[in-house]
């Protein structure tokens, strides 16, 4: 069994823009003296992987060059994948079927996404589970803003004021068998719309929950990113 390593850093971050038009969201800066990119693929290297492809298509020469870059710290360990047109989150992860066995494993990671994973932990969770694919999840509390009532027909049984709800919530990394990447075709598929595939056919997929989470999506989450500082 071998461990490989994907880094998507193919969108165009248009929920950052104006930023995201100078340069793409992976390579935005981070506190720490890093780039978005980077917190992916230091989450990585405790795995050993055998490989680290990094898949671009939005100003793919930028990524280009800070492959080479980081490869001068990660010794040749990173390697760009250029895609000439956006296929979702998941259907990027199709060249891969050739490149992998069955009951190897491949660690996606979203390079936008600045997140406290031990993946070791998370690797030993998914084997332990014999999951076919585990997502990595953040328990995550939103408070609406109005108060909700309780009813049975027209009967109001109870008002609870501005309740929050817990959801567990994707953080964009994903473990996955190397044989579920026999089910891209090439084509566009989301990664939501991929799970549902998995377990339609029947594969086991679960949860490991992390403890911080930040997506940089928007310039209001990077902007908070900085205020808090990692």
Known sequence: MAVFGVVLAAGKGERLRPLTLYVPKPLMPIPGGRLAMQDAVERLLPLKPVRIYVITHYMAELILDA???????????????????????????????NLVKDDDIVVVENGDVIADVNMVDAVNFHMEKNLDMTIIGYRAGFQLRYGVLETEGYEVKAWVEKPTINLTISTGNYIIKGKLLRLLNGGFIDMNDYVNLIIRRGGRVGAYLVNKFVDIGTVDDYLKLWCQGK
């Open 67 to 97: 492959v080479k870059r980081m490869n001068l710290t990660y010794n040749g360990l990173l390697e760009a994948i250029i895609h000439d047109k956006l296929l979702g989150t998941a259907g990027h992860l199709y060249f891969l079927g």
